[in-house]
Structures are given as C-alpha cells and as structure tokens.
C-alpha cells in the first residue's frame, strides 16, 4: 500500500480504506482485514471467511463459441490437470489409472489433456496416465476451448482447486466430475462438511456436476457414463452471469468503507511496535 494511499507524507494519496485488495484465493491478503479483500467465490457462504464477493463472468467469452451437438462430439473426456505430475499419488491425484480404465472399458472413452511435463520440477514421484489418453500439451485459451466443447465430460483431477474451466465447460455444454476428497461418514450426503476439489460447483447434481467420492470406481464409472448419456445445453450459474456481477459491483461501490474504515486502519497500526515494520 505505500505509495498509494494517503498519509501525513503523501496527504493526496487514497483514503486507505478505498483500496482493496484481489485474491483468487480464501485467506487474510489486505491489512484492514477479509471484508477489504475481494474474492471471485463465495468464500464466506462456503465458512472460508467474511471475503468481499466481487466474482467474475465467463458469459461474454463463452458466447463466442457455440455449443457442438453431442452426436458431433468425439467420445472423450477431457482431464482438468495443466501439469503431468497432477497425476501422481504425492500431488494427490483424484482417480488412480485404473480407475479412469474402467470407465474407457466401460464406455470406450479416450481422455484428452493439455498438460506441461513438469517432472524435472520436483521429487514427485512417477506419472502413471490411463492407457486411452493423448496429450496436446500448452495450448493458448482459444484451442483449449475449442478442443473442450467438442468433449463429452470434464475430469477434475483434485488439482487446481475453484478454477474458472468447470464453468467454461458448463456454458460450452460439458458436465463436469468433481472429486469429493472427504465428507462426513455419519452423514455422507450434508455437502456442507464435503471437501471438494471445486466447492463452489458442488452444490450442484447431475446432469451438470456429478460429485463422486475419491476411491469410489464405481460412481467415476457411472458418472462418465451419466455425462455422457445426458447430454446437457449452455449452462451458466446465475452468480456468473454479467448482470450479478454489475450488480455486486454496484453494492461494492455505494459501500461506506469510511465508518468501519477508519477503526480498522487504527487497530492495523496498534498491531505494530517500535523497532518493527512501521505502519502509516
């Protein structure tokens, strides 16, 4: 913030609590605290803190590229994971190869990736890959997209977590197969005390979000199998649509950030002492 906001030093600077602050992801980021921190989720709806929802929309973007017909497709899946070592048990892969086998043995389905070779990055152990994929490697955002729309399912992997390509794949007409990697054993179905590779995307069901347990063969099998015989249309939550997102932005914007502003800069800088890092 130095250099920015205003101060006995620099008196046409912005008021401090007119700056804020992005983060993809939950967690403190901004010095007056969360609420001055904006999130592209619903962090607070999902107990991840009392972020500022801003969000984002893929609306604009997705309409640029029309819905291929199921019958058109090829009979792929295309796998969520930008880095080789995603499939490896030391980064917590989602579906073991055998796994993502038996649901080619059942129906035929061949995977799609676009991921780096990353391997000489780190000590991770082997990449085992199922025995029906092929890889296109780094691809630029418009042959990415391409090469997803013209899928029948998309594979998260465990790795990124709340990433935007679930959502392309809605809107482009792909489901999408989200890993449950724990839940409650007393109480399997309260999606409250999931832990999902994509959070947010978890409160939806088939035939657009299918959640499968991490071990479960048979539910991946069946969920390949639900998406690719249910095929779904263009499809974009309503929080992503440009209109909720203008809206919030509003809210944000006719906000008094000064009334809670100017406590929260005086318990920042009661937060510091002499002989450390100074505040403003």
């Not at 479960?216 to 015989?229: H, I, L, R």
Request: hydrophobic share 35%; aromatic share 10%.
């Amino acid at each position: 913030m130095d250099g920015c906001y205003s101060s006995t030093t620099f008196p046409s600077g912005i008021a401090p609590w007119k700056l804020l602050s992005f983060s993809f992801w939950p967690g403190r980021e901004h010095p007056l605290g969360l609420k001055w921190q904006l999130s592209p989720e619903d962090y607070s709806a999902l107990g991840h803190g009392e972020t500022t929802y801003l969000g984002y929309s893929i609306e604009n973007a997705c309409a640029q590229y029309p819905i291929v017909p199921h019958e058109r497709r090829k009979n792929d899946a295309y796998v969520l994971a930008k880095l080789l070592t995603f499939f490896t048990v030391r980064r917590n892969r989602a579906w073991a190869p055998e796994v993502m086998d038996a649901a080619t043995h059942a129906t035929g389905v061949r995977y799609v990736l676009g991921a780096q070779n990353d391997t000489n990055e780190g000590d991770w152990g082997p990449v085992e890959l199922p025995k029906e994929y092929v890889n296109l490697g780094e691809m630029g955002q418009d042959a990415f997209l391409e090469s997803l729309r013209h899928t029948k399912v998309l594979v998260g992997m465990g790795n990124p977590m709340p990433s935007p390509t679930p959502y392309d794949a809605l809107c482009l007409g792909v489901p999408f197969i989200n890993q449950i990697r724990d839940w409650d054993p007393d109480n399997r179905e309260d999606r409250t005390h999931w832990d999902p590779q994509h959070a947010p995307l978890s409160r939806l069901a088939p035939p657009y979000v299918y959640n499968v347990r991490a071990g479960d063969t048979k539910g991946f099998v069946s969920a390949v199998k639900g998406a690719m015989e249910r095929p779904i249309g263009h499809f974009i939550p309503e929080q992503m649509r440009m209109e909720s997102v203008e809206r919030r932005l509003n809210i944000i914007l006719e906000q008094d950030w000064e009334s809670e502003g100017v406590q929260a800069l005086k318990d920042w800088q009661a937060r510091f002492v002499v002989g450390q890092t100074s505040a403003p």
